[in-house]
């Protein structure tokens, strides 16, 4: 009994962690200004002269695919 019912929220919280991340990667596909400027903003002073390169690379590697979720 414990079991299911620890299965049971375990997937809840799984869910609801997908959904949440799945919600950021969509803001961030939609307006990647902010990752790119704090990602620039961390460069150090030699590395900012390619920080927009940089961010590209960030946002283009760090990218988690996140698997579709369906609630029932």
């Known amino acids: 009994m414990l079991e299911r019912v620890h299965a049971e929220l ?9 959904h949440t991340v799945s919600q ?16 620039a903003a961390l460069a150090s002073p030699d590395e900012q002269a390619g920080a927009p390169v940089a961010a590209e690379h960030v946002n ?13």
């Open 10 to 18: 375990a997937a809840r919280h799984r869910d609801r962690i997908n």
């Open 24 to 39: 950021m990667d969509n803001a961030t596909q939609r307006n990647p200004a902010p990752i790119e400027e704090a990602a």
């Open 60 to 72: 283009e590697h760090e990218a988690v695919p996140v698997p579709s979720v369906t609630y029932s």
